[in-house]
């Protein structure tokens, strides 16, 4: 059985500063995704970022950006130049390539951007 | 951008009373999947649904829960007699399954529900 684990509760930014959020995974598995999804108040559940194992560059999407640790089954999430909308859940996730496979959630970081 | 929708936003239901929750996943889609999360707490995997029938399902997916995709565009979720344990928000997602497409699941603005 797949788990993801993360550690931070909580956390806090100030506007237009860099927050790392930490996740960590345990896994048998060698061919699978990494997710992190979004909450924001609204409780929609929001896709920010997606990571393919297989492959050895980080993804990025604009000023989200994640540092894979394969081999550490780690999977951060780093925010830069923080904003407002950026206040919300955030939920690690873990799902096997291939199949009709469910995706696996963490507990999530409750983020908080000040202004 | 294609979404999935889920309706309702927010359902209030007398405990022993049957709810049906809907979602329309995006159409091209082949997988779909239900699940839940109690405030406060973690999502967590129902049922995934796929060729028109259950591919797998969770030990919190007991005979009171069935799915169903009547027609080529729903897929719903029935509780048929709902407890008071079943409050929460439940989440529809889809994923288009086809070979070398994404493997990405997309989720629904979710239905609350709220047993009374």
């Known amino acids: 059985a797949q788990t993801v684990t993360q550690s931070q509760p909580e956390m806090s930014v100030q506007e237009a500063e860099t927050v790392t959020l930490s996740c960590t995974y345990d896994?048998?598995?060698?061919?699978?995704?990494l997710f992190w999804y979004k909450q924001p108040p609204s409780r929609q559940m929001i896709l920010v970022i997606r990571?393919?194992?297989?492959?050895?560059q980080n993804a990025t999407e604009n000023r989200f950006s994640v540092n894979f640790q394969k081999a550490a089954k780690s999977f951060s999430l780093k925010i830069s130049d923080s904003q407002l909308g950026d206040t919300a859940m955030y939920f690690c996730?873990?799902?096997?390539?291939?199949?009709?496979?469910?995706?696996?959630f963490g507990i999530g970081t409750k983020l908080q951007v000040i202004p | 951008e294609p979404e999935v929708t889920q309706t309702p936003s927010h359902q209030v239901t007398q405990m022993g009373q049957e709810v049906i929750l809907r979602c329309v996943p995006i159409?091209?889609?082949?997988?779909f999947y239900w699940y839940r999360q109690i405030l406060g707490q973690k999502v967590e995997f129902l049922v995934s649904?796929?060729?028109?029938?259950?591919?797998?399902k969770s030990e919190i997916f007991d005979d009171q829960f069935s799915v169903e995709r009547p027609d080529g565009s729903n897929f719903t979720l029935k509780i048929r007699s709902t407890k008071l344990e079943d409050s929460a928000m439940y989440f529809c997602?889809?994923?288009?399954?086809?070979?070398?497409?994404?493997?990405?699941?997309?989720f629904g603005p979710g239905t609350r529900l709220t047993v009374l």
């Open positions: 996730a873990f799902m096997i390539r291939g199949g009709y496979q469910k995706v696996t």
């Open positions: 990571q393919e194992a297989y492959k050895q």
């Open positions: 159409s091209n889609h082949l997988y």
């Open positions: 997602a889809s994923r288009e399954g086809l070979a070398g497409g994404s493997d990405t699941q997309y």
């Open positions: 896994t048998s598995e060698n061919n699978y995704y």
């Open positions: 649904f796929y060729n028109n029938e259950i591919s797998e």
